[in-house]
């Protein structure tokens, strides 16, 4: 596994829990360092039980050194970053290339290139490119993943689907005898053409940040006409043709594949001359999202900001992760504490190093020193903490206000105790 983070980490730890001998090689040696000694980069519910586990096993060994990975494989994953070009919607995609010319270097024998990375279509074709001088070493294939952060080992062991891209049929005979122990489980292997592997991924995160995009734009519509946005997801989820997941309103969405594969596929129909105008819709919508919300947060406490202490619960694009990236709190933090309010922020993920230099940014240890005092409380992300907060006891502030981007809380409830309540698409009933 080329690349230990999040997908190649999770990937690799998972296919050495199923009985594969995994070498994962990052040229970051702090990071290996600290996976050798049973430290994981990142946070993942279980991650670090499954590495002591096969690492201890010796089915699992971490290195730098990429000659003797790429040389002892007989499978090599590229598991690196795809991040958006600065200034751009393009994909950089200069990462996987330097892999593949790594590949190309040290390797002396037939193996098989397994993009994991999220490449734009016609990748494949381009890593071909580059070992044609050996072309017969090398079988090109595309196995997009689709693990969700915070449910990653689930995902990978009971996933809705396992996707294998290729244009040589004997490349697939090879992948489904190593995904054999999740497809005997009844996992769907589907097959399809190398550039269709490739497709299926931008297009699959596209739909599912659509869903997402709509339901809170009809949620804007919602506070506007005094209907409760639940009762729309839930009618229009009960739908089988629609379905009720990824219909539930709050933040802009954001994290490491939505923000940037959205980009990512509007650039590659691009390259075709083809426009994606719903997916440009979309990506536009999202960004206006935490303007909108922004905004709300004025209208909630006034225009003037100056000393008023406003705690967020959450900082993360979603819980059981630590992710920031493109998280709804990157935008949100910095602008309210630039307009002089001062801001305490609770994570169960820990202190985050995008806020340590902001002025009147602290980070709280725990919920009840975080909300002490508060005038507002803004509950960001879902964790199980947040779910069942006597806030009378613990803001002791008797003006204090809460806006849950998440409608973790009943507004009859919140007014019978007569905290004043606001939350995403619901009549407002304070």
């Known amino acids: 596994m080329i690349g230990t983070g999040y997908v190649g980490l999770v990937s690799g730890v998972c296919f050495a829990d199923i009985g594969n001998q995994v070498v994962c090689v990052d040229k970051d040696k702090n990071k290996i360092d600290k996976l050798n000694s049973g430290i994981s980069p990142i946070y993942e519910p279980g991650l670090d039980e499954l590495i002591k586990k096969n690492f201890i096993a010796k089915r699992l060994t971490f290195t730098t050194n990429i000659d003797r990975a790429i040389s002892t494989s007989d499978i090599i994953f590229i598991c690196v970053g795809t991040p958006t070009r600065k200034g751009s919607i393009k994909v950089d995609l200069s990462f996987v290339y330097k892999c593949t010319k790594e590949i190309l270097k040290y390797s002396k024998r037939k193996k098989i290139i397994v993009t994991k990375s999220t490449v734009p279509v016609g990748t494949g074709d381009e890593i071909e490119k580059i070992v044609k001088k050996n072309k017969k070493l090398f079988t090109v294939v595309s196995n997009p993943e689709f693990l969700r952060e915070g449910e990653a080992i689930r995902d990978f062991r009971f996933p809705d689907r396992i996707v294998i891209g290729s244009n040589e049929k004997k490349a697939f005979n090879i992948m489904r005898k190593l995904y054999a122990p999740l497809t005997n489980k009844g996992s769907k292997f589907f097959t399809t053409s190398r550039r269709g592997a490739e497709l299926i991924k931008y297009a699959s995160n596209a739909f599912l940040a659509t869903k997402i995009t709509f ?26 043709r629609i379905g009720g997941r990824f219909l539930r309103a709050g933040p802009a969405y954001g994290g490491s594949c939505f923000p940037k594969d959205t980009k990512g596929l509007v650039s590659a129909a691009e390259k075709y001359q083809i426009n994606l105008s719903v997916v440009k819709s979309v990506i536009k919508s999202n960004q206006e999202r935490v303007n909108l919300l922004t905004k709300r947060v004025h209208k909630i406490l006034g225009s003037n900001l100056k000393n008023k202490k406003i705690s967020f619960l959450g900082v993360t694009f979603k819980p059981n992760t630590d992710d920031m990236r493109d998280s709804t709190s990157l935008k949100m933090i910095p602008y309210l ?19 340590k230099k902001i002025k009147n940014c602290n980070y709280s240890s725990d919920i009840k020193s975080n909300c002490k005092g508060a005038d507002l409380v803004i509950l960001l992300t879902e964790w199980d903490e947040f779910k069942s ?25 919140m007014k019978k105790n007569k905290i004043k309540y606001f939350s995403i698409g619901r009549p407002n009933i304070n």
Do not use: H, Q, T, W
Not at 223 to 239: P, Q, R, T, W, Y
Not at 340 to 351: I, L, R, T
Not at 403 to 412: M, T
């Open 389 to 413: 907060i006597d806030f009378k006891k613990i803001v002791k502030n008797s003006k204090f206000k809460v806006f849950d981007l998440r409608n973790l809380y009943s507004a009859e409830e």
């Open 215 to 240: 339901i809170n734009e009809l949620a804007n519509l919602c506070e506007k006409s005094g209907v409760n946005i639940e009762d729309i997801s839930l009618g229009m989820g009960s739908d089988s």
């Open 337 to 355: 504490c630039k307009k002089g309010a001062k801001v305490n922020y609770y994570d169960p993920s820990g202190e985050k190093k995008e806020f």
